[in-house]
């Protein structure tokens, strides 16, 4: 029968690094790097487009089919998504849903 | 050739950049906007929005309130349907185009609706927003009137009257289409609404029309159908402009009216006014001893148009003369009735000249001769 001695440094040392590794995954999940936002119109879309370009920010307008009420329009952020996202909402830009892009 | 004197009407000829513009739009932006994903819908889709960008700067709006219409009729009569309260009021002056009386009339006549309209036809600023504060109340649910006058040339001081209705909580639109493109007009400096053609002073193409909405007054949409978005409910998306775009909207016209804007701004509105103005007083000075009835007064702020009749003839006749001539004025009543009901000029109606950008002094003092030579010889 083996022994199994308790390292407390061991065993504190891995805890602190699984937190750390958690917190980065939990930040990864906040801070998404591509996020598609619902946008109730292509006018709405294409106004949010320019904001965010002209904050430096990369964006793509897409069709979707699940909109508010079936088709719409989604706003495809690659970069700083959570500053993205608050440029829109300061800018009165309504956003009706948030989902990660999916990955290729 | 014919020398177009017929510009409050519709402007012609149009900048060249218009006209190219709307052959590359019919050559490369052919996808329909705002209602598929492919490339040249979406190339598409964001031409339209930098013409309603380039509108929204222009009238200091927003522009997802930017809302295209065909001309100036449609735009008022969203505002007017769109607006009107059974049982309440609706304020215009007396100098009212058809595309504002017509639909005033029609909610008067079929839904109980009241209309007053405000003589203001040769009164000074402060008479006519006097008159406005005396009827203006509660019962009104809309005050629309023009900013000028498409047969007297009358500007009417809108700033004030808008101050007056936003005192008294009432909606005011504005009939811009005399004046975009000759005098600045601001979304919530001078109107709740503004209404304007885009064929006109912006030297757009016709089939034209913008609904400027500060986005607070929102009118009932005027028609239903699909906007491209939220197709599954049967309740339209409400919001500006998709509300009120119901259907393919005009994409050589709209991105043709970004270019006429463009031309306009580069020429300055001031500088267009300016030029038209001088080729009215030229045409006033020139023809004041003629054998003509002249309407037009030199009032202080006027828009650039000039009326007037033959003595020995009906105004129909003096135009076909003038048009066998190579002159294109308008004669008749100009869908504007009030008006001439304002001037005694009903039945008949008058000669209108009304210049553009592109008319010059030659082309003016021609005309003056072509004038002169039927009212001295009778044809």
Known sequence: MSRFIFNKNLYVAKTNRRRKEGLIKLNRVLKLDCVLLDISSITIAEKAKRILKSNGIRSEIRRTGKGLDGCGYQLKIMGDTLKARALLSSSGVSIHGVSPCKKQ | ?379
């Open chain 2, 1 to 379: 050739m014919i020398i177009y004197f017929d510009n409050a009407a519709t402007t012609y000829p149009k900048p060249e950049i218009v006209s190219r513009a709307m052959l590359k739009a019919n050559l490369i932006y052919g996808g329909n906007p705002g209602r598929s994903g492919h490339k040249l819908s979406m190339k598409t889709a964001e031409q339209i929005y930098l013409t309603r960008e380039a509108v929204a700067e222009f009238f200091g709006a927003q522009p997802e309130n930017v809302v295209f219409t065909n001309n100036c009729t449609s735009a008022l009569n969203t505002v007017i349907h769109g607006l009107y309260e059974k049982g309440k009021t609706i304020v215009t002056s007396n100098l009212e185009h058809n595309s504002v009386s017509r639909p005033v009339y029609n909610v008067s006549k079929n839904r109980g609706v009241n209309w007053i309209q405000l003589d203001v036809y040769d009164k000074t600023d402060d008479e006519i927003v006097d008159n406005f504060y005396r009827n203006v109340g509660s019962d009104c649910c809309l005050v629309v009137c023009t900013h000028a006058s498409n047969v007297t040339g009358q500007v009417l001081p809108i700033e004030r009257i808008y101050n007056v209705c936003k005192a008294k909580g009432v909606p005011f639109a504005v009939d811009v289409a005399q004046t975009a493109g000759v005098f600045p007009v601001k979304i919530n400096l001078h109107a709740d609404i503004i209404c304007a053609a885009g064929h006109k002073g912006l030297y757009g193409p016709m089939g034209t029309g913008i609904l400027i909405l500060n986005g607070e007054v929102l009118p009932r949409a005027l028609i239903q159908g699909g906007t491209g978005s939220s197709s599954i409910s049967f309740e339209p998306l409400n919001v500006p402009p998709d509300y009120y775009e119901a259907g393919t909207v005009n994409v050589p016209g709209i991105i043709g009216l970004r270019y006429g804007i463009k031309f306009v701004k580069s020429r300055g509105l001031a500088n267009i006014l300016k030029h038209e103005l001088q080729l009215c007083k030229l045409v006033y000075d020139n023809l004041a001893e003629a054998n003509i009835e002249i309407y037009t007064k030199q009032y202080a702020k006027c828009a650039p148009i000039f009326l007037f009749n033959f003595k020995n003839m009906s105004c129909m006749d003096g135009t076909k003369l003038l048009s066998d001539r190579g002159f294109a004025v308008r004669g008749g009543i100009h869908c504007a009735p009030m008006a001439h009901r304002a001037l005694g000029t009903l039945p008949e109606g008058a000669i209108r000249f009304a210049p553009s950008i592109f008319n010059t002094r030659r082309q003016a003092l021609d005309f003056c001769k072509a004038v002169r030579n039927i009212s001295d010889n009778g044809k």
